[in-house]
């Protein structure tokens, strides 16, 4: 989501922007546009950042042909040695956020 720094939301300055990226499987490059406001004046330095919120895994679901979230795994009965295997390969592939979560625009 973007939020206000020295330039100003709401159309002021620039179009206030909020959603979720969804990444298939083969995708690793999304664009976020934010629609900045010409208004003719020279205008030195504005700017306004955007904020990107912790990545979150989803699962295909074989029930309802979607996508259901899983939130964690269930600690309390102890996992086979093929389950453990899987979700260790499914850690791997887990989207991380990295450094960078708030930008300067």
Known sequence: KT???????GG???EDT???LEFQN???????????IDDEEY?????????????RLVE???KKGGFTLT???DDKQPLTSKEEEERR???MGRPILGEHTKLEV
């Open 3 to 9: 939020i206000e720094g020295t330039a100003r939301g």
């Open 12 to 14: 002021e300055d620039f």
């Open 18 to 20: 909020c959603g979720e």
């Open 26 to 36: 083969d995708e690793i490059v999304k664009t976020i546009s934010v629609k900045v």
């Open 43 to 55: 205008e030195k330095n504005k700017t306004f950042f955007i904020e990107i919120g912790e990545p």
């Open 60 to 62: 295909m679901s074989e």
């Open 71 to 73: 939130e964690e795994y």
């Open 89 to 91: 390969i499914a850690e």
